[in-house]
């Protein structure tokens, strides 16, 4: 008995030391968080840092951040002949609409930000918005895609890439069109998830308006193997798959089709095959893959903040180890859309709650020019808030690099079709 | 026909995939009483060993399998008699504590992944990735068949390692009853290092194969463990050769459920059979340990 | 019943005034980031004390308790969008009902199981509830359903802080103070003696059940009002069912405050760590290292630090069923 009472009051101690190294440890942040002097613009982030989405909310971050160091490596956004420079506030919402919910609420309440930059994926985006009408903060979103964002019409928020409904399915439009000899049936498998559903529905709604016939529609879960698919879908020997899904799911599709010794004349994806890890991860398996996007380093637009896409491009490389897709370009082009509006404004950091509801005016005029394209927000619609104007390019992975294949004025290269036999 | 000959394949394929990380899962219940939360994390620990062997050194994806084991093997048998002393605690709910500990194991995998490695998805290549057999109308993708032959080797190595070795009777006899086998002279603090070091070791091993098979990141660990939880109860906990008969069992349900139905009622089917099993036979379907 | 030791009461009650005080002005002593921690960290302590009723008291590990959180969030917003269009409050008692009668279907049978039996079917069930979810259309599928938002950070508050407040309430009075607290414990510590004493131990065992179910339904459902938005993975997924666990076994299994400890300490560590370390995903290293840490040197919770004699009971308990080696 005496030797456990011994064992139990070291316990005691031990556990003593813990909660005492904890506390230590978590009081130390208190020391890091001193504000910085000068006036700045706050700017917020709120994206998937961890989670299942933590790829795609780690390139939405990235977008957001080439903006702020660009426009910092000039002095700052000009108002009023002064310059100010830019801090960047961030939280993760850990793949999870409420803790997104959490973290605007810091982001605004605690660090006091301007604007806030919107999450990766739709559900936070949609939990998020209310707080951002709470407190008339406008919010910037350069990546949210799901068409439910803009249903209910929100006053604060705004989107500058297009709702994957309005891209999926024009897309296989310019497949059946640039394809010879043209495409006619499709079996579209959608991934059971937020995104990837609405595009997989988008592409079969498409198949309907481009005139093909859609053999199979087949909706999987995220956790589930995809041989029992493909071999059905093998079975119906369509024209084309499409996919809509994210990065991990997409890579298992063209492994589980190899591995079946299956080969459609064309696969088509969404989202996902123009991230450089996507060409990494496949390897020559990752050829003839298309994919749709709404921005290739390859367009002709051009700003004075990036100056051309190409050079947005390059600097984007230079910075993340590879070329940028259309997410971190949306999300880059947010922080050109918050420059335009804060210039047209002309107040200075910090804003009043007038100044930003003022600024959510200024953001609604949006009419500009960037690298990304033209950027102008819908007034009215299912769409509200929403930039509809960039058009959907068809793209092939060719010999590992992102060709633009269709439609014919944007094309860099011809389309390979039918796809060869897996060797 | 040709569809259903394609699909029972692809069932029993899926079920060799899910044994591979499943049945040294059970030889850990059966010795430590623990059900390992980090069961996924040792498998995305193995596909990420894959991924650098072939990335960073350009060799098959294989030769990371038995380095996979060395590694792993080594670093669970460091982890493993702290688990054994918390399982063993005089605490309220000691299976409880340990299963938190393997919880926050799994946590600060997961964490440290993804802070050191990113959050690139990342696919292991190897000589037999892609590569498939036609027989008569069916495809055989090969690198699941040398999953399944891996699943097949590893029971039947464990089953010659506990029935034919005196170590493998001491791991029996402490699967059975720990305090007697602690009495026949049975070191039970280290056979549970040794056994938790070649559980961890084993599921290294396949996860280089899910690796080769899917493909990794950080955040697809918890799959597995799902995946191995279930078959694991529908096996009958600790129960070896119940392993591989749930997750053939489960894969054929996912592959004609899938085929059959619709794909979206593929995993409603699997959790909904696991759940009536364990109402019918509440032990599992073999009703037996070891 | 053990002799309650009277005499050290006070300290206690004083302690639990200044604390109710505190919560009730918090509205009025921080900003609305902290309300809103706040707001969280009461519906997890609330939620820890749910799943401690079957969990603690009656010694059921239910790993599927998410599914009863998130039907009660289900519920609430299917009612409140069209056709129905119901008023909050009017939602919240249908959720229980819906609930309730989930909880009878499911616990009647699973609660035959034992140990880890029990727990991973109870998980299946969620697993079920996620995949249906996902499936269907009426729930609004994997896409999830808004509310209409009401932006009002201190009814939330206080709907969070009185539903917490009356959970604890109902498991002092029917845990601590109540015959049927002594047969839970009773089952629990020894399941076929306590049937041999003429304890119905199937319909103690389902009561407990039903109401630690219910409880969970009711933040389930001002959750959905609070963050406005809901969908399969958010109320029904593992990482919440997770997050209770943990917060439990860090508070003190079977214990009337623990889960309250547990439940709040876990939230706001996590929540300033994410703060702290937010932007790169180091912070889920510390939190696993926590996590760690706890069962390693607080064996018995943070609850167990402060109540040695009730910590030694637990363990003379434990002993016996270490003595089982799990072979039961």
């Known amino acids: 008995m005496a030797s456990f009472n011994r064992s139990f009051s070291r316990r005691r101690f031990l556990g003593g030391s813990a909660l005492a190294v904890t506390a230590g440890a978590l009081g130390m942040p208190f020391v890091r968080t001193a504000r910085a002097q000068a006036a700045t613009f706050k700017a917020g982030v709120i994206t998937s840092l961890s989670g299942e989405n933590i790829l795609g909310g780690n390139l939405t971050k990235q977008g957001y951040d080439l903006w702020a160091e660009a426009i910092n490596a000039k002095g700052g956004v000009e108002v009023a002949g002064e310059k100010f420079k830019v801090d960047m506030f961030y939280g993760d919402d850990q793949s999870n609409p409420a803790t997104g919910a959490d973290a605007a609420e810091r982001l605004i309440v605690q660090n006091e930000v301007d604007v806030l930059f919107g999450p990766y994926t739709s559900g936070s985006t949609i939990a998020v918005q209310p707080i951002c009408q709470k407190y008339q903060v406008p919010m910037i979103s350069g990546s949210a895609e799901s068409p439910n964002v803009w249903k209910a019409k929100p006053e604060f928020n705004f989107g500058i890439i297009p709702s994957v409904d309005t891209t999926s399915g024009l897309s296989l439009g310019v497949l059946a069109k640039t394809s010879n000899p043209g495409a006619k049936t499709v079996a579209v498998i959608s991934v059971n998830e937020p995104f990837s ?52 799911i997409l890579i298992n599709v063209v492994k589980t089709s190899k591995s079946l010794n299956y080969r459609p004349k064309a696969l088509i994806m969404h989202y996902g095959i123009t991230n450089p890890a996507f060409a990494q991860a496949l390897g020559a398996d990752a050829d003839g893959v298309t994919g749709v996007v709404v921005w290739l380093p390859t367009v002709t637009y051009k700003d004075d903040v990036f100056g051309t896409a190409k050079e947005f491009s390059e600097m984007a490389t230079k910075k993340l180890g590879g070329e940028p897709d259309y997410t971190a370009a949306g999300c880059a082009a947010s922080g050109l859309v918050l420059g335009d509006a804060l210039k047209r404004l002309g107040k200075k950091p910090a804003l009043t709650p007038e100044d930003r509801v003022a600024l959510k005016d200024a953001i609604a005029e949006t009419d500009i020019q960037t690298f990304y394209g033209p950027i102008k927000f819908e007034k009215d619609g299912p769409h509200y808030h929403d930039n509809v104007q960039p058009v959907p390019v068809l793209v092939q992975i060719q010999g590992g690099k992102v060709v633009a294949v269709g439609p014919k004025e944007a094309a860099a290269a011809d389309y390979i079709y039918p796809l060869p036999a897996w060797k | ?57 350009g060799l098959d994806g294989f030769v990371a399998i038995p380095l996979a084991f060395v590694l792993f093997g080594a670093l669970g048998y460091l982890i493993g008699p702290v688990l054994y002393n918390v399982r063993n605690s005089r605490t309220a709910r000691p299976e409880l504590m340990a299963l938190a500990l393997t919880f926050g194991l799994f946590t600060l995998l997961r964490g440290g992944m993804l802070t050191a490695w990113g959050f690139n998805t990342r696919n292991v290549t190897s000589m037999l990735s892609g590569e498939s057999l036609a027989v008569g109308p069916v495809i055989v993708p090969l690198i699941r068949v040398a999953a399944a032959v891996f699943a097949v080797a590893i029971a039947g190595g464990l089953f010659l390692f506990l029935y034919r070795t005196r170590y493998g009777l001491a791991i029996r006899a402490t699967a059975e009853n720990r305090h007697n086998a602690a009495l026949m002279g049975v070191n039970i603090r280290r056979l549970s290092a040794n056994v938790y070091g070649l559980y961890a070791g084993i599921t290294a091993m396949a996860g280089v194969l899910m690796g080769a098979i899917y493909s990794v990141n950080p955040e697809v660990g918890l799959r597995y463990t799902l995946f191995a939880f279930f078959v694991a109860v529908l096996a009958g906990l600790g129960s070896v050769g119940g392993a591989v008969v749930a997750a053939l069992m489960l894969g054929v349900i996912e592959a004609f459920v899938s085929t059959y139905v619709g794909s979206s009622y593929s995993l409603l089917a699997i959790f909904a059979t696991l759940f009536v099993v364990l109402l019918a036979s509440p032990k599992g379907i073999l009703r037996r340990g070891l | 019943m053990a002799a309650q030791p009277m005499k050290s009461r006070w300290p206690g009650l004083l302690l639990l005034a200044v604390i109710l005080v505190v919560l009730a002005l918090m509205p009025l002593l921080v900003n609305n980031y902290w309300l809103r921690v706040a707001t969280g960290a009461l519906m997890w302590a609330g939620l820890a004390c749910s799943w401690n009723m079957l969990g603690g008291y009656a010694g059921y590990i239910n790993f599927g308790h998410s599914a009863f959180f998130g039907l009660g969030a289900y519920v609430t917003a299917f009612l409140m969008n069209d056709p129905f269009g119901l008023p909050f409050l009017a939602t919240i008692p249908a959720g229980m009902m819906v609930t309730a009668v989930f909880a009878v279907i499911i616990g009647a049978p699973t609660l035959r199981l034992r140990g880890a039996y029990f727990a991973i079917a109870t998980w299946a069930f969620a697993e079920v509830l996620i995949q249906f979810a996902s499936a269907m259309d009426f729930t609004g599928g994997i896409g999830g359903i808004g509310l209409p938002p009401y932006l009002n950070e201190r009814f939330f508050y206080y709907a969070m802080f009185g539903t917490a407040a009356l959970t604890y309430l109902v498991a002092w009075a029917l845990f601590e103070r109540s015959r049927f607290g002594l047969k839970v414990k009773a089952l629990r510590d020894h ?138």
């Open chain 1, 197 to 248: 559903k609405e595009t997989g529905e988008g592409f079969r709604d498409g198949v309907k308006a481009a005139g093909l016939e859609l053999v199979a529609y087949e909706l999987v879960p995220p956790e589930g193997d995809l041989t029992p698919v493909i071999s059905k879908i093998a079975a119906l020997k369509p024209d084309v798959v499409a996919v809509g899904g994210h990065e991990e």
């Open chain 2, 1 to 57: 026909m040709d569809l259903f000959l394609q699909t029972l394949l692809n069932g029993l394929l899926i079920g060799g995939v899910i044994a591979t990380f499943t049945i040294a899962f059970q030889l850990t219940f059966g010795v430590l009483h623990v059900i390992d939360f980090a069961v996924g994390g040792w498998v995305v620990l193995g596909g990420y060993l894959g991924y650098y062997v072939t990335a960073l050194l």
């Open chain 3, 191 to 328: 399941e076929p003696a306590a049937e041999a004493m003429g304890i119905n131990t199937a319909l103690v065992k389902l009561q407990t059940f039903v109401l630690s179910a219910v409880t969970a339904s009711v933040f389930g459902a001002i959750f959905a009002y609070w963050v406005t938005f809901i969908n399969p993975k958010s109320v029904f997924g593992g990482d919440i069912t997770d997050q209770m666990v943990v917060m439990v076994l860090l508070g003190g299994l079977g214990t009337l405050w623990g889960p309250a400890i547990g439940g709040v300490t876990l939230f706001v560590v996590n929540r300033l760590i994410w703060m702290h370390w937010g932007d790169t995903a180091f912070y889920i290293a510390i939190l696993g290292a926590a996590i760690v840490l706890v069962v390693l040197f607080l064996p018995n919770g943070i609850a167990g630090l402060f109540v040695r004699r009730k910590a030694n009971a637990l363990e003379k308990v434990a002993e016996k069923l270490i003595g089982g080696g799990g072979e039961r």
